[in-house]
């Protein structure tokens, strides 16, 4: 295979300015005829080359003249026509069957009804066209359908027209008057109930809000109205942005390959981020259709109405949108949770992917397929970058650098460099070193030393970076962050507060007048995405953990004196050593579960240990049983120690108030739940009795899911209990049926591999489903780390199979599995020539996917 790559970047050699399409949809034989008038964009004479992939062509005509199958040539998925006049018309029928499409990718079916997917080139799959976004054109498109099958048929833009044609077949005709490129195409035909509300924009346009889903889910779109009401309202106020249409569609689809999608005008979704009720969404799912639906609205300014010139270009409206969803959600909750919350995602799925074979610039270089590039450092190291041009902007030069974007590219496609050349203009801010962050892949490590000079009253500190080298990036060069930082007096009061600008490779800070020895509070809010490397002491931990006026800081410190003791007893557990208990963490843990100043979330967040994956990281050669023993125990030692706090904490906050899903509500939830977890530690009968007495009182999903996910890590008979009654519960609901099968792929329990691997072969099961898959195959392998890595390696052949089951049948899912074996270099070396044979196993199979073979050769180097 190939790669494709930023430099050979060329403006297109033909643009168009009107696309017309028309669909005869039949299940397996769906006809598609795309007209299109070209003309030549510079006067090279060039052949016109269409992508095209897994099409029938039946027709082509260029200005009205059939032609013959010499006058052109179709090879690689590309149709080549040559001898072109400088203007001409082209018309070209296909035939597709979206019911054989399990790619779901381009048109297909999902419970019968149509629908699409076209980003990043999925509309090449639909029809011959240049299929890459810098070629914008204005859509009109007719659909005609079954009237039975397809009561529903919806485009982009406006619908201009609606027709019977005869007894069973009828016609409808949109038109979108934006110019998009081609990934923004989508169409949706089926039978599907709708719900509907309205929105006035600020400057009084009425917009029809609907959303489709499959009949009898009508009662569980409220919260995604809810959401999507308030993003409009939010992008007015934030970046006086609205709405610029009549209408506003959203679908709701069960078989979808990611979460959601921005099409213009018409957003298809994953059913995972529009449909909640109390009884089957937790306060996660809640908060997670909350922030999906504003980010896919919010792509409507950041994405179509300014697109990416080239799919290199991608974290141009990823990352982008990713920061302006994140601070929509930071104004609709607590800024501090979702700070954390950010930057646990961050640290889980972004740091380990710039820490291996699979590292890449925000803005990548170079690619095989891109679908593989929809990644953690695309989007939320992306969002990093945006988040730090803020830091150093601040809010009100932020805001006119966003203006001057859109008042110079409303309608283009454009870059990196563009938008940061916007965000320069503005603010007159130099960001030339700042852009490198587009560019270096890794995460930089910066590490602190300060010194205090009683006599002289001043503090210096010194911060110095270093960025090691990333595949086919061997040198790097310095890069400029913002760190925030605070210099916290005896008192507990900050004594200095600031954003340093750190731009070289060692640099030191003076603060004069500093009455009495301060403790340093480093990069407050998580201002720069780097790893800090500080020498604490235990009781300077416990400071920051009290009195620390920045939130998130409070809870980094949480963290990293959780993680000094976890990583301490890891080397006792080497070392045949018993565990020791530090009281002070623990006496801080307690002051923290009382403080009455903080929220409940929060409270929630701090007594959360650094999950295993994070430890992981933190090591040089990662023993997950070690790192589970070590973390089981602390567990223990927090539950023995506090056990009446705990009881005390659990027993106030359980509530006969009916379930409201906002986030103080959620908070109180969390914190009640965090509580109940510590006290299973225990294993004493009454704990037991209330966690089986929440699984089957609780009236909310997010308490039953509580319980459930505590039961399914004992070997108790109340687990099956429990597992059995869920299941019979919620059988005939699909995104319950996932939450029970992703708790039990995450169970520590050592039969979960035996129980992935029957529960394979259950009716709540399907290896066509994206969700499904990501439920069972997914979580097991990304997010069970102690069984996923088992020593004897029957984990990652287990895993490998599927890998391969599911290339044949979906390749963007199936490379999406492959990142857990690239962490091999991590593991010892039994596992390490365990998990290369499986990844040579993958590349070794006849009839790869392009995607597949991207992700598994690359982890192998
Ligand atoms: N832009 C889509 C992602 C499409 C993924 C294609 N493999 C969703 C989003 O980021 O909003
Ligand atoms: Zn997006």
């Given at each position: 295979?190939q ?6 970047y060329?403006a ?41 992939e ?15 199958e ?56 639909i029809?011959?066209?240049q ?29 201009i ?15 979108d ?48 109205m ?24 959203i ?13 213009k ?97 925000v803005?990548?270089e ?41 008042e ?25 070193q ?141 070392e ?10 623990i ?44 973390r ?36 109180l ?51 099956e ?16 049926v ?7 792929a ?10 992935v ?33 088992r ?15 599911l ?55």
């Open positions: 295979p790669s494709i790559r930023l430099e050979d060329r297109p050699d033909y643009l168009v300015d009107n696309v017309d399409l028309v669909f005869d949809l039949e299940p397996e034989s769906t006809r598609v005829l795309c007209a299109t008038t070209y003309y030549a964009a510079n006067d090279e004479g060039a052949p016109l080359v269409l992508d095209g897994d099409l029938t062509l039946l027709n082509i005509a260029l200005d009205g003249r059939t032609l013959g010499t006058e052109y040539s179709i090879e690689n998925n590309q149709l080549t026509l040559t001898d072109l006049p400088e203007r001409f018309e082209l018309v070209i029928e296909t035939e597709i069957n979206p019911k054989g499409n399990t790619q779901l990718s381009g048109l297909y079916q999902s419970s019968g009804n149509y629908c699409t997917q076209c980003e990043a080139q999925g509309f090449r799959r029809t011959y066209f299929d890459r976004p810098d070629v914008m054109a204005r859509y009109n498109v007719t659909i005609i359908a079954d009237k039975t099958a397809c009561p529903v048929m919806l485009s982009n833009g406006n619908l027209d609606q027709s019977d044609l005869d007894e069973t077949q009828h016609a409808a005709v949109w038109e008057p934006f110019p998009k490129p081609s990934y923004l195409f989508a169409l949706v035909a089926g039978d599907l109930a709708m719900v509907e509300d309205t929105y006035k924009t600020s400057s009084g346009r009425d917009v029809d809000l609907r959303i489709f889903v499959e009949h009898g889910n009508e009662d569980r779109c409220s919260w995604a809810e959401s999507l009401k308030a993003s409009m309202k939010w992008d007015e106020e934030r970046f006086g942005l609205e709405y610029d249409l009549d209408l506003y569609n679908v709701a689809v069960s078989d979808f390959n990611m979460g959601a999608m921005e099409n005008s018409l957003n298809v979704f994953n059913t995972k981020y529009v449909l909640a009720k109390s009884d089957t969404a937790t306060d996660q799912d809640y908060a997670g259709i909350e922030a999906v639906i504003a980010h896919e609205y919010f792509h409507n300014w950041t994405g179509n109405r300014v697109t990416c010139r080239d799919w290199f270009q991608l974290s141009l409206k990823e990352g982008l949108t990713v920061f302006r969803d994140q601070e929509f959600s930071s104004d609709m909750r607590s800024r501090a949770c979702e700070r954390i919350s950010n930057v646990k995602v961050l640290r889980a799925g972004q740091f380990p992917e710039d820490g291996g074979p699979l590292a890449h610039p803005r990548p170079s690619y095989i397929a891109i679908d593989n590039f929809y990644t953690a450092t695309v989007y939320n190291k992306g969002s990093e970058v945006i988040r730090m041009m803020h830091t150093l902007l601040g809010e009100e030069n932020f805001r006119k650098g966003m203006d001057l974007y859109f110079r590219h409303d309608g283009e496609a454009v870059t990196c460099d563009d938008f940061a050349a916007a965000m320069q203009d503005a603010s007159n801010i130099d960001l030339t700042f852009k490198l962050w587009y560019s270096q892949a890794g995460t930089p490590d910066v590490s602190a030393s300060w010194a205090y000079d009683e006599a002289a009253k001043q503090f210096d500190l010194t911060l110095s970076q270093h960025l090691g080298a990333t595949p086919g990036q061997e040198t790097k060069e310095t890069m400029h962050m913002p760190i925030s930082i605070g210099l916290i007096g005896p008192d507990g009061e900050d004594m200095v507060s600031d954003v340093l600008s750190l731009t070289q490779a060692e640099q030191t800070f003076t603060f004069k007048e500093i009455a009495s020895k301060p403790v340093v509070s480093l990069n407050r809010g998580f201002s720069a995405p780097i790893k800090f490397k500080a020498d604490y002491s235990r009781e300077e931990l416990a400071f920051l953990m009290a009195h620390d006026s920045d939130d998130f800081a409070r809870w980094e410190a949480a963290q990293s004196y959780g993680t000094l003791l976890l990583l301490d007893m890891i080397k006792a557990h080497q045949g050593r018993a565990f020791e208990k530090d009281a002070p963490f006496e801080a843990l307690r002051k923290t579960l009382h403080n009455e100043n903080l929220d409940a979330e929060f409270i929630a967040l701090c007594l959360q240990l650094p999950v295993e994956s994070y430890l992981a990281e933190q090591m040089d050669v990662i023993d997950v049983e070690a790192i589970h023993a070590a089981e125990a602390l567990r223990g030692f927090i539950a023995t120690d506090l056990q009446d706090d705990l009881l005390e904490t659990f027993r106030n906050l359980r509530s006969d108030a009916p379930y409201s899903p906002d986030a103080k509500s959620a908070g939830r969390s914190l009640k739940n965090i509580c109940l977890a510590y006290l299973s530690e225990l294993d004493d009968p009454a704990c037991m009795g209330l966690i089986t007495a929440q699984y089957h009182n609780g009236d909310n999903m997010t308490d039953r899911m509580a319980a459930l996910g505590i039961l399914s890590n004992k070997d108790v008979s109340a687990r209990e429990a597992l059995s009654d869920f299941y019979s519960r919620y059988k005939n609901d699909p995104l319950v996932d939450k029970w099968l992703a708790v039990q995450m169970s520590s329990l050592p039969t979960t591999l035996d129980t691997k029957s529960l394979m072969e259950h009716d709540a099961f399907s290896i066509k489903n994206p969700n499904k898959v990501r439920s069972l195959i997914g979580v097991f392998a990304h997010a069970n780390q102690l069984n996923f890595h020593a004897d390696g029957s984990g990652y052949e287990f895993h490998t199979s599927r890998i391969l089951e290339d044949k049948i979906n390749p963007q899912i199936a490379a999406r599995m492959v990142a857990p074996l690239g962490k091999w270099r991590r593991f010892d070396t039994m596992r390490q020539d365990l998990m290369k044979a499986q990844l040579q196993r993958i590349i070794d199979t006849d009839g790869l996917s392009n995607d597949t073979f991207e992700m598994a050769s690359k982890s192998l180097n």
